[in-house]
């Protein structure tokens, strides 16, 4: 007797769509990141170039 595991289709076709989800909340997670990342970026290059025009 072979011990195999098997997974109706359903099953697999909601797996698939789990996998799906994930990548897809990955994707939008680093995206928001970057996003944030970006937004503090120009904060301080808008603080810096206050300060460099108050320096002239």
Known sequence: ?????HLRLT???????VVGLVGLVAVGAIY?????SADASRT???SARTVSDLNR
Request: proline content about 0%.
């Open 1 to 5: 007797m072979r011990g195999s595991f």
């Open 11 to 17: 099953h697999r076709i909601l797996a698939i769509g």
């Open 32 to 36: 928001q990141i970057g996003s944030w």
């Open 44 to 46: 301080i290059a808008g």
